[in-house]
């Protein structure tokens, strides 16, 4: 009995041994579909399905389903039928699709199944699907967040007042003397919003305006202004053109210093202040500050410690400086205007009978050269260059040609009329009389060939054309009737009666 147990147990263990060993060997196959998650109404995306194993595929074949009122096949085969060579342990296949509607578009194979290479075993162990969200512009933007607010404010070292709440978008903050520069410390409220105006920046001494702007998900914008003032011992406040300005006094907040000036020290208001000198103009340029905390240069004058904007233009390879222009003669046909260059307001001369305003003449100084001189500015390119008389006839030789073709069809006009004129003045009457009697005498010669009387009548008349034998036929001869002569002639009479002088000769002999 015990050795009959014995060998069962072992057939038993030799199955299970059997079994364990084949499904260890087994192959596991998997069908699996990637597509993007989102995907614009209207717009073609890719989605691609792979048959891959852990040993060799022999052969494979599925059908890939979709919902066709979602979304429209523009490429790629849906029944796949397919097989491989020992080696192969993948494939994939490529499909492009349209979104048509919002929704969710699934992509799943169906009917599908995957055969081992080594056993054609059916190894198909997983067939994965895969779902496209799909929406308009219109529905994403709406969904996207319009929270623009900050979640906290603060400046490094100095303290906001009042202090910080989102609903609060304006703050005072100040600063000790001789801070050069300032740390903003800013979040948002939103993780999806963006913002722009905070970490360090340069400082002067003074206020200065800081902006920082919150930018939702969803496009709306919000500004936080901190008025962070830099405390200074003693500030030199001036007056330029009525308005209050402080001299900028340390270096470093002009970026770009104009050609020919370099960095200098001077003294204003026994206080020393940085400025910008050119040994070729002689000009001395100082940094201003105005009540927003806008920071620009002026040309200084240390005798009579005056201030004057400076306005540089860009010309063609040159720096220039626009100058007032006093007691220097304008060329002829130019007239005083403004104009916008950079957002500055340029006092200069246009030239008479340009109204499409296309271009100025502006006095100037080369801050490389230091000569002077008048500059064509050409509002089309945007540039500066020397101005020469021949510049501005050639850009209005389109106007001027446009006025000559003008005049000359106006006088060919004129002459045309003029001569009509003349010609019915100078023609003698005795001219249309001979040309009106010579077309009567024709008409009566005519007349007597149809043996018609002098007491005609136009209405008992035949309106008839005239008829001619040929042998045997007759034809229409293409000429005037007699009733058409007879009209004809008396039209003649009439205009030859209006053409004769209105008066008759006496003659003083006596008659017969």
């Not at 609060?168 to 800013?186: F, S």
Request: aromatic share 10%.
């Amino acid at each position: 009995m015990k050795i009959k147990n014995i060998l069962t147990f072992g057939f038993v263990l030799l199955l299970s041994f059997m079994f364990k060993l084949d499904f260890v060997n087994a192959a596991s196959c998997r069908i699996g579909v990637s597509a993007p998650s989102s995907v614009v109404v209207g717009k073609s995306f890719n989605v691609t399905v792979s048959v891959s194993s852990n040993a060799s595929i022999g052969s494979w074949e599925y059908t890939l389903s979709y919902d066709s009122s979602k979304v429209r096949l523009n490429s790629g085969q849906l029944h796949i039928v397919d097989y491989g060579n020992g080696s192969k342990k993948s494939a994939s296949y490529s499909y492009s699709f349209t979104s048509l509607a919002s929704g969710v578009a699934t992509f799943k194979p169906v009917n599908a199944s995957v055969l081992d290479y080594s056993t054609t075993n059916e190894c198909l162990s997983y067939s994965a699907s895969s779902s496209v969200t799909m929406r308009t512009q219109a529905e994403i933007e709406a969904s996207y967040s319009r929270n623009n607010n900050l979640g906290s404010l603060s400046v490094e070292k100095a303290e906001l007042s009042p202090a910080f709440n989102k609903d609060v978008t304006e703050y005072t903050a100040t600063l000790p003397v001789d801070t050069t520069k300032a740390k903003i410390l800013a979040t948002a409220e939103d993780s999806t919003a963006s913002i722009t105006g905070a970490g360090e920046i340069d400082v002067v001494d003074g206020l200065n305006k800081v902006e920082i702007t919150v930018t939702a998900q969803h496009g709306e914008k919000k500004t936080y202004v901190i008025n962070l003032t830099v405390e200074e011992l003693d500030p030199v406040k001036v007056k330029v053109n009525g308005k209050n300005y402080t001299v900028v006094r340390k270096s470093g907040l002009i970026e770009n210093i104009p050609v020919g000036f370099s960095e200098t020290k001077i003294t204003i208001e026994n206080q020393e202040v940085v400025a910008y000198e050119s040994e070729i103009t002689k000009l001395l340029l100082v940094a201003l500050k105005d009540e927003e905390a806008e920071v620009s240069l002026f040309i200084y004058d240390k005798k009579n410690k005056t201030y004057t904007s400076f306005k540089e233009a860009k010309g063609n390879n040159t720096n220039l400086l626009i100058l007032d222009i006093k007691d220097i003669k304008v060329p002829y046909d130019f007239v005083k205007t403004t104009f916008k260059y950079n957002n500055q307001v340029i006092e200069g001369y246009k030239l008479k009978g340009d109204n499409k305003n296309n271009f100025y003449i502006v006095y100037a100084q080369n801050l490389e050269t230091g000569n002077k001189g008048f500059y064509v500015y050409d509002k089309k390119d945007g540039v500066f260059q020397r101005y020469f008389k021949e510049i501005i006839d050639l850009k209005n030789t389109e106007i001027k040609y446009l006025f000559y073709i003008a005049s000359f069809l106006l006088g060919l006009f004129v002459l045309i009329i003029l001569f009509k004129i003349f010609k019915n003045m100078f023609t003698s009457k005795e001219k249309k009389i001979k040309k009106y009697q010579k077309k009567l005498d024709k008409l009566n010669n005519a007349l007597e060939k149809n043996d018609i009387d002098d007491d005609y009548d136009l209405d008992s008349l035949d309106d008839s054309p005239v008829i001619k034998k040929v042998e045997d036929d007759e034809y229409i001869v293409p000429k005037k009737s007699r009733k058409e002569k007879l009209k004809e002639l008396e039209k003649t009479k009439k205009r030859l009666n209006e053409s004769k002088p209105k008066y008759r000769r006496v003659s003083l002999e006596e008659d017969d």
